[in-house]
């Protein structure tokens, strides 16, 4: 009885004591951790990623999976410097276009996989392969920014606007001034929305039993399919919103970034499954995985672990918590039943 | 000669028991048919038999020897060879004839290592010659009919020389034509000098096959029918069993008609069905496996299509595509076999309960908690869910309250017609009382459909019971000393009964 209030205890705060182990750990022995300007900087290294990884957050939830954000990421980095660098488009239709775009390959994906049958997993590897493709015949495989030549022997002559700068580069003041990047708060704001519309909303309820039990949700009336294609479009506009702000940090179209997005925030959203014992895919747990991990980066950069070892600390973050989650539940759910 | 002798075999699971004490023997060139309702404890027998479980007290001998397998392939090679109901797990169906029924070859002790493709094709083409079988084993399995793949599983358990066969409801998937030639191959198996379990519902497969009856009820042997001829509608009765249940019904004969099924045609029949259900009726739907019980209901939801006739609402006409349209309409239905269509597991009993109605838990699409634990907190009380409080999880209730969770979801909410599928498959009697309570308290106002194979159910909660077989009906009853005689010899499908039906 007593180990099994241990092990309920550990499956549900485990995760979280942990991560703040971490963080005093990491502000005692590295000078600097513990400031505002440290803090912004991790929040700031997790926010696309973070926001790719609500999106697949939501594909999981109706048991689907997406592997095509990342490319859907650095597809919307190339459209939007292609749309105001060649096209010479404004930084307001530049970002509803990327927007639409995500919506568009959102919708593909879950029409493949609802209409035409296709697993999930090899419908968005499809388009995954596509899109990296596809976003590199336009420029002929090269990077856009402003005064490159164009095919015909033309300069490109437009630019990134101010605005659409603005959104990876502006920084409000929170108590120290110019603190907090808009990108951080895009974030904060996208985990709220997507924390609400799962957890609160019916709709959400309703993804959650198509994810559970698929056809007794389809036996009480719920349109499946839709649910599942407004999964994928989900997930798409949120990686389109990822690329839009990397476009916007890095102020060109650089064809080689972003090439970590898809295995970082699959991480974040399968860590969120340890959080508070949820077992399931959950936004909040989603957040504090990207968290969790741009903690731990950042922590053993100041302590001056090299940079090559980050992969490796966020496999073993993820090998950790998939064990706190499946094998920790598991054992409860036995020890639940005699 | 018996093949094989049972006695006294137990098995349990959990609490759940589910033999009690079976003997039976199976004569060696003797078909004995076994019959069962659904968690009589059938598949469970089965399991033992062939090594995929063991008992938990008594003995099995095979011609004469002790006989306790230590698992499946152990049990083959002890000569008890088994033909699953879903076919597919005796092919694999990427690959072709020749490997199929050769496949145990590849795994025996000393097979080479390369496989020789010419020297297997042949050897396979003997034993599909031996079986009167007329395949070409390149074909690849998948490109096969059911019926084929089922005669390369029971070719393959041939190559085994077997002793006892067991076959586990081999006809659901077969067309009429097909299951003749299976029947031909057993008969042919038959007098070689196997001994043949053969486990089906369908009175005609069983008419056609049978030397030999035994029914099972709640894990015992119910009934052995060996004299010729044999009687069947004893062995429906074993069955189903009709102690006459202590629940009196008060027959209600009901106001206006709601659903009217005008001129329905269902599978494998032509001649049309029609009824109507009255306000405040509840209507019990009979008749074995097959006999279209569960078409209907699928055609009244919306999930099949309704091909020739017509069902009508109040008068209006009434078309569900899908079970949106049949739950906006006012039809719900709880469906059978609840942990595949209807449990969601990972939900707790408010958020399981009130699925279908989220709508009316919520404002601008926000769900309120408040507003949905509170009508689940009424309706577990209402309908008598034993549990510590609606936040408990789905899977922590036993089978008789997650049932009643998933019926009390369909109440929550006024309906036009309400259609319990085998409203109590897994449920035990104190739960499928309270159930039935429920159901006959609250039918004002509605429609009540209840689809059942168990007579002793229908009884419980039945106005009127409509008897269905091979997908007519044969037999309307109201629930007041009833005839059951007449009424099993319709279920069963006796051709005099029919008669006196029409």
């Not at chain 2, 078309?319 to 949106?324: D, M, N």
């Not at chain 2, 159901?439 to 229908?458: N, P, Q």
Request: overall charge neutral; proline content about 3%; charged content about 20%.
């Amino acid at each position: 009885m007593k180990n099994e209030k241990i092990l309920n205890f550990a499956i549900r705060f485990g995760f979280l004591i942990l991560l703040v182990g971490l963080v005093l750990y990491f502000s005692l022995s590295a000078s600097g951790f513990a400031s505002p300007r440290s803090a912004a900087f991790i929040l700031q290294s997790v926010a696309i990623t973070g926001i790719l990884a609500l999106g697949v957050t939501c594909t999981l939830v109706v048991d689907g999976f997406d592997l095509s954000i990342g490319s859907v990421a650095t597809t919307s980095l190339m459209l939007s410097a292609y749309a105001m660098v060649i096209l010479e488009m404004s930084a307001f239709s530049a970002v509803m276009l990327c927007l639409l775009m995500g919506a568009v390959v959102g919708l593909i994906n879950g029409l493949l996989i609802v209409k035409f049958k296709v697993p999930d997993l090899l419908a968005t590897l499809g388009m995954m392969f596509l899109l990296i493709g596809l976003q590199r015949i336009p420029t002929q495989g090269n990077s856009i920014a402003t005064g490159m030549k164009l095919p015909d022997g033309s300069v490109a002559e437009g630019a990134f606007s101010q605005a659409f700068l603005w959104l990876g580069r502006h920084r409000f003041d929170l108590v120290v001034e110019r603190l907090v990047p808009v990108p951080v708060v895009i974030f904060l704001v996208t985990a709220l929305a997507i924390y609400v519309f799962l957890e609160l909303t019916r709709h959400g309820r309703l993804m959650y039993a198509i994810g559970s039990n698929e056809r007794a949700a389809a036996l009480v009336g719920a349109n499946v399919n839709r649910y599942k294609i407004a999964a994928y479009m989900i997930s798409g506009v949120t990686a389109s919103i990822g690329g839009i702000l990397l476009a916007a940090r890095l102020g060109r179209g650089d064809i080689a970034s972003g090439n970590n997005l898809l295995l970082d925030s699959v991480a974040a959203a399968l860590i969120g499954f340890a959080v508070l014992g949820a077992a399931r895919p959950n936004a909040f747990g989603t957040a504090v995985g990207a968290l969790f991990v741009g903690i731990l980066l950042q922590g053993l950069t100041m302590m001056n672990a090299p940079y090559y070892t980050q992969d490796f600390v966020k496999g073993a973050v993820l090998v950790i918590a998939l064990v706190f989650t499946f094998y920790l539940s598991a054992k409860r759910g036995a020890g639940g039943k005699t | 000669m018996k093949a094989c002798e049972i006695r006294g075999l137990e098995k349990s699971f959990g609490r759940n028991h589910v033999l009690r004490g079976i003997d039976l023997d199976l004569g060696a060139g003797e078909v004995t048919v076994l019959m069962g309702a659904n968690g009589a404890g059938k598949s469970t027998l089965v399991k033992i038999l062939c090594g995929f479980q063991g008992a938990n007290a008594g003995t099995m001998t095979l011609e004469g020897r002790p006989y306790s397998p230590a698992d499946a392939a152990d049990a083959i090679s002890c000569g008890v060879v088994t033909v699953h109901q879903s076919i597919d797990d005796g092919v694999i169906p990427d690959l072709d004839v020749a490997t199929n029924l050769m496949l145990n070859r590849l795994t025996e002790q000393g097979a080479g290592l390369m496989v020789r493709d010419r020297a297997l094709r042949i050897a396979a083409r003997k034993v599909a010659d031996n079986m009167g079988l007329d395949l070409d084993v390149r074909a690849r399995v998948s490109d096969l009919s059911v019926a084929d793949r089922q005669m390369i599983a029971i070719a393959r358990a041939m190559a085994y020389e077997p002793k006892v066969l067991i076959l586990d409801e081999p006809t659901s998937s077969l067309s009429a034509s097909e299951a003749d030639r299976l029947f031909a191959l057993l008969d042919r198996l038959r007098d070689q000098g196997v001994a043949i379990l053969y486990i089906s519902h369908r009175m005609s497969d069983i008419r056609r096959i049978a030397d030999r009856i035994v029914c099972m009820r709640d894990g015992r042997i119910s009934g052995v029918f060996d004299q010729a001829p044999l009687d069947y509608d004893g062995a429906v009765t074993a069955m189903l069993g009709h102690k006459m249940t202590e629940v009196d019904i008060e027959v209600v004969s009901g106001g206006p008609a709601i659903l009217e099924v005008d001129q329905v045609l269902l599978d494998g029949s032509d001649t049309p069905v029609s009824f109507s259900a009255h306000d405040g009726e509840v209507v019990a739907i009979t008749g074995l496996l097959g006999s279209g019980k569960s078409q209907l209901a699928d055609m009244i939801f919306g999930q099949k299509p309704v091909r020739a006739g017509q069902l009508r609402i109040d008068g209006q006409p009434y078309r569900p595509a899908s079970a949106a349209q049949a739950v906006a309409a006012g039809v719900f239905m709880s469906s059978k076999d609840r942990s595949t269509n209807a449990v969601i597991p990972d939900f707790d009993i408010a958020n399981n309960m009130t699925l279908p109605f989220l709508g009316s838990f919520s404002r601008l699409s926000l769900l309120s908690k408040r507003k949905q634990r509170g009508a689940a907190t009424d309706m577990i009380k209402q309908i008598g869910v034993k549990c510590q409080s609606d936040q408990d999880g789905i899977g922590t209730l036993s089978g008789g309250n997650q049932q009643k969770v998933m019926i009390g979801r369909w109440l929550l909410e006024d309906s036009r017609v309400l259609l319990l599928d085998e409203p109590f498959q897994g449920v035990d009697i104190g739960a499928r009382r309270d159930i039935g309570r429920h159901i006959r308290a609250t039918a004002k106002g509605r429609a009540t459909l209840v689809f059942a194979a168990e007579l002793d159910e229908a009884l419980e909660i039945a106005d009127r019971i409509i008897v269905l077989h091979e997908g007519a009906i044969v037999g309307t009853h109201e629930n007041s000393n009833i005839d059951l005689d007449a009424l099993i010899a319709q279920v069963s499908g006796a051709k005099d009964a029919r008669i006196q039906a029409n």
